[in-house]
């Protein structure tokens, strides 16, 4: 059911807010490999507000460079706002990227969205509720469970 649905996602959420600020980028680059991203953690002061660069495949002869930014903020909390995504823009241009990619446990605003695809580079912004659809399509530290839907079959009575 939907509901049982969010309740995995915010199970998962609260997990991932429970990891250390570095353990959590480790993960996010950790998933993002996974999707065929080639990533080199960057990091530490001076990195810019860039916690990943790399390539980014889009065809077999085709790639793109990306630079990937991890906010580990709470997934309860108040939006990531415009000027977080035109601050990142700004510094993953200053690392060469093409693309880019911002990830939280959160969500964003509406002119941070608006803000990510009308200026350059793009930003690819992934929310809670994407990254727990991502953790899920990789089955990544979650563990299906298979239930018999005994209505299902009431249609044969």
């Known amino acids: 059911t939907g509901e049982e649905a ?6 998962l959420l609260a997990r991932l807010h429970r990891l250390s600020p570095d353990s959590f980028e480790e993960f996010i680059l950790y998933l993002l490999r996974l999707y065929g991203l080639e990533l080199e953690r960057v990091g530490g002061s001076g990195d810019e ?22 906010k580990r903020f709470d997934p309860t ?21 093409e693309r880019a990619i911002l990830v939280t446990l959160g969500k964003f605003s509406q002119p941070a969205r608006k803000a990510a695809i009308v200026t350059s580079p793009t930003v690819d912004l ?18 299906s469970v298979i239930r018999v839907q005994e209505e299902w079959f009431d249609r044969f009575e």
């Open 49 to 70: 507000g860039v916690d990943g660069i790399g390539t980014a495949p889009l065809s077999p002869v085709l790639s793109s460079r990306v630079a990937v930014q991890v």
């Open 6 to 11: 969010q309740k995995w996602q915010d199970v």
């Open 126 to 143: 992934i929310d809670g509720d994407k990254l727990a659809e991502l953790v899920r399509e990789k089955n990544v530290g979650i563990r």
């Open 77 to 97: 909390g108040r939006p990531i706002g415009r000027e977080v995504v035109a601050l990142f823009q700004r510094d993953a241009q200053t690392k060469g990227a």
